[in-house]
Protein backbone atom coordinates (compact mmCIF):
# COMPACT_ATOMS: atom_id res chain seq x y z
CA UNK A 1 0.00 0.00 0.00
CA UNK A 2 1.64 3.42 -0.96
CA UNK A 3 1.90 5.71 1.98
CA UNK A 4 -1.33 8.45 0.60
CA UNK A 5 -3.60 5.38 0.56
CA UNK A 6 -2.22 4.20 4.19
CA UNK A 7 -3.05 7.58 5.55
CA UNK A 8 -6.60 7.49 4.54
CA UNK A 9 -6.87 4.64 5.68
CA UNK A 10 -5.52 4.92 8.86
CA UNK A 11 -7.15 8.31 9.09
CA UNK A 12 -10.71 6.60 8.65
CA UNK A 13 -10.23 3.42 10.62
CA UNK A 14 -9.56 6.07 13.79
CA UNK A 15 -12.35 8.39 12.55
CA UNK A 16 -15.12 5.06 12.92
CA UNK A 17 -13.50 3.91 15.97
CA UNK A 18 -13.88 7.52 17.55
CA UNK A 19 -17.70 7.20 16.03
CA UNK A 20 -18.08 3.82 17.05
CA UNK A 21 -17.23 5.01 20.56
CA UNK A 22 -19.20 8.19 20.46
CA UNK A 23 -22.13 6.31 19.50
CA UNK A 24 -21.97 3.94 22.51
CA UNK A 25 -21.74 6.92 24.90
CA UNK A 26 -24.71 8.51 23.40
CA UNK A 27 -26.92 5.86 22.95
CA UNK A 28 -26.97 5.90 26.90
CA UNK A 29 -29.10 9.08 26.63
CA UNK A 30 -31.22 7.85 23.08
CA UNK A 31 -29.08 9.66 21.09
CA UNK A 32 -28.16 9.19 17.61
CA UNK A 33 -24.42 9.75 16.02
CA UNK A 34 -25.82 13.18 14.36
CA UNK A 35 -27.32 14.45 17.64
CA UNK A 36 -24.08 13.60 19.61
CA UNK A 37 -22.02 15.19 17.14
CA UNK A 38 -24.02 18.28 17.29
CA UNK A 39 -23.76 18.38 20.87
CA UNK A 40 -20.06 17.86 20.65
CA UNK A 41 -19.93 21.15 18.18
CA UNK A 42 -21.75 23.33 20.37
CA UNK A 43 -19.28 22.30 22.85
CA UNK A 44 -15.92 23.62 20.92
CA UNK A 45 -17.86 26.24 18.75
CA UNK A 46 -17.56 30.56 19.15
CA UNK A 47 -20.59 32.97 19.74
CA UNK A 48 -20.42 33.71 16.06
CA UNK A 49 -20.76 30.06 14.98
CA UNK A 50 -23.37 28.51 17.83
CA UNK A 51 -26.28 29.23 14.56
CA UNK A 52 -28.37 26.49 12.25
CA UNK A 53 -26.75 27.92 9.85
CA UNK A 54 -22.72 27.61 10.51
CA UNK A 55 -23.97 24.02 12.32
CA UNK A 56 -25.65 22.80 9.18
CA UNK A 57 -22.02 23.82 7.39
CA UNK A 58 -19.80 21.59 9.90
CA UNK A 59 -21.91 18.66 9.81
CA UNK A 60 -22.59 18.62 5.67
CA UNK A 61 -26.01 17.91 6.13
CA UNK A 62 -29.22 19.33 5.07
CA UNK A 63 -30.67 21.85 6.94
CA UNK A 64 -33.94 20.18 7.30
CA UNK A 65 -31.83 17.55 8.46
CA UNK A 66 -30.39 19.38 11.18
CA UNK A 67 -33.62 21.38 12.24
CA UNK A 68 -35.00 18.34 13.27
CA UNK A 69 -31.82 17.13 15.18
CA UNK A 70 -32.05 20.42 17.02
CA UNK A 71 -35.97 19.91 17.71
CA UNK A 72 -34.83 16.36 19.21
CA UNK A 73 -31.96 17.27 21.54
CA UNK A 74 -34.18 20.77 22.81
CA UNK A 75 -37.09 17.83 23.59
CA UNK A 76 -34.58 16.12 25.08
CA UNK A 77 -33.46 19.69 26.96
CA UNK A 78 -29.80 18.98 25.83
CA UNK A 79 -29.41 22.07 23.92
CA UNK A 80 -31.84 26.01 24.61
CA UNK A 81 -31.98 28.55 22.03
CA UNK A 82 -31.43 31.73 22.30
CA UNK A 83 -32.02 35.24 20.15
CA UNK A 84 -29.21 37.26 20.03
CA UNK A 85 -29.31 40.33 22.03
CA UNK A 86 -27.92 42.66 19.13
CA UNK A 87 -29.08 40.86 16.16
CA UNK A 88 -32.64 39.51 17.03
CA UNK A 89 -32.66 37.72 13.67
CA UNK A 90 -29.77 35.54 15.00
CA UNK A 91 -30.95 32.76 17.23
CA UNK A 92 -28.10 30.93 19.38
CA UNK A 93 -28.23 26.82 19.51
CA UNK A 94 -26.49 26.67 23.09
CA UNK A 95 -25.53 23.45 25.57
CA UNK A 96 -27.48 23.41 28.87
CA UNK A 97 -26.42 22.07 32.00
CA UNK A 98 -27.34 18.34 31.24
CA UNK A 99 -25.78 18.74 27.87
CA UNK A 100 -22.64 20.12 29.11
CA UNK A 101 -22.57 17.49 31.42
CA UNK A 102 -23.22 14.81 28.95
CA UNK A 103 -19.95 16.19 26.35
CA UNK A 104 -17.73 16.52 29.60
CA UNK A 105 -18.87 13.05 30.40
CA UNK A 106 -18.02 11.30 26.81
CA UNK A 107 -16.16 14.03 24.92
CA UNK A 108 -12.90 12.91 23.77
CA UNK A 109 -13.52 9.16 24.12
CA UNK A 110 -11.80 7.61 27.38
CA UNK A 111 -10.14 4.99 25.28
CA UNK A 112 -9.21 7.62 22.66
CA UNK A 113 -7.94 9.35 25.58
CA UNK A 114 -5.78 6.20 27.13
CA UNK A 115 -4.19 6.03 23.57
CA UNK A 116 -3.28 9.51 23.34
CA UNK A 117 -2.32 9.46 27.12
CA UNK A 118 0.44 6.85 25.93
CA UNK A 119 2.66 9.34 23.58
CA UNK A 120 5.15 11.83 24.65
CA UNK A 121 4.51 15.39 24.80
CA UNK A 122 6.34 15.87 21.94
CA UNK A 123 4.84 13.13 19.84
CA UNK A 124 1.50 14.74 21.03
CA UNK A 125 2.54 17.96 19.65
CA UNK A 126 4.43 16.72 16.64
CA UNK A 127 0.93 14.66 15.98
CA UNK A 128 -0.92 18.05 16.14
CA UNK A 129 1.04 19.98 13.71
CA UNK A 130 0.84 16.90 10.94
CA UNK A 131 -2.61 16.97 11.69
CA UNK A 132 -3.62 20.45 11.30
CA UNK A 133 -1.73 21.09 8.27
CA UNK A 134 -3.37 18.18 6.70
CA UNK A 135 -6.27 19.89 7.53
CA UNK A 136 -5.48 23.26 6.43
CA UNK A 137 -4.29 22.08 3.11
CA UNK A 138 -7.17 19.88 2.34
CA UNK A 139 -9.75 22.76 3.09
CA UNK A 140 -7.39 24.61 1.08
CA UNK A 141 -7.81 22.65 -1.65
CA UNK A 142 -11.09 21.91 -1.47
CA UNK A 143 -12.25 26.26 -1.23
CA UNK A 144 -13.52 25.49 2.61
CA UNK A 145 -12.87 28.36 5.15
CA UNK A 146 -13.90 27.89 8.78
CA UNK A 147 -14.21 25.97 11.80
CA UNK A 148 -10.70 26.64 12.77
CA UNK A 149 -9.60 27.83 16.23
CA UNK A 150 -9.92 31.52 16.74
CA UNK A 151 -6.84 32.17 18.48
CA UNK A 152 -4.86 30.59 14.91
CA UNK A 153 -7.33 32.95 12.75
CA UNK A 154 -5.99 35.97 10.73
CA UNK A 155 -8.96 38.19 11.84
CA UNK A 156 -7.92 37.59 15.98
CA UNK A 157 -5.98 41.04 17.52
CA UNK A 158 -4.20 40.63 20.08
CA UNK A 159 -3.57 44.09 21.63
CA UNK A 160 -2.02 44.23 24.84
CA UNK A 161 -3.55 40.94 26.54
CA UNK A 162 -7.28 41.46 24.64
CA UNK A 163 -8.35 39.88 22.40
CA UNK A 164 -10.25 41.38 19.43
CA UNK A 165 -11.80 39.87 15.96
CA UNK A 166 -10.76 42.18 13.57
CA UNK A 167 -13.74 41.07 11.03
CA UNK A 168 -16.29 42.08 13.31
CA UNK A 169 -14.45 44.31 15.76
CA UNK A 170 -16.21 42.97 18.64
CA UNK A 171 -13.42 42.15 21.77
CA UNK A 172 -12.90 38.45 22.30
CA UNK A 173 -13.02 36.72 25.97
CA UNK A 174 -9.81 34.30 26.71
CA UNK A 175 -12.71 31.40 26.17
CA UNK A 176 -13.55 32.71 22.90
CA UNK A 177 -10.33 32.45 21.15
CA UNK A 178 -10.25 28.67 22.32
CA UNK A 179 -12.94 27.90 20.23
CA UNK A 180 -13.27 27.25 16.65
CA UNK A 181 -15.29 29.97 14.68
CA UNK A 182 -17.16 29.55 11.26
CA UNK A 183 -15.61 32.79 9.76
CA UNK A 184 -11.60 31.17 10.37
CA UNK A 185 -9.15 32.29 8.13
Known amino acids: MNPE ?8 RI ?14 LGLQ ?10 SICNRYSDHL ?16 TVKVLESKQLIKKEKDL ?3 RVTHLLLTKEGEKHIQETTPPSRFLSTIDSLS ?3 KNDFVDQ ?10 FNNLNG ?13 EGHYKCGLTQDGLAEDDIKKICVEFE
Open 131 to 140: LRKCLVTYQN
Open 33 to 42: SVQQDTLYYL
Open 53 to 68: IALTAFLGLTKGTVAQ
Open 121 to 123: KKQ
Open 86 to 88: VDK
Open 147 to 159: FGVCRNCVYNIEE
Open 5 to 12: NEIYTLID
Open 15 to 28: SNLLKSEARTLGSE
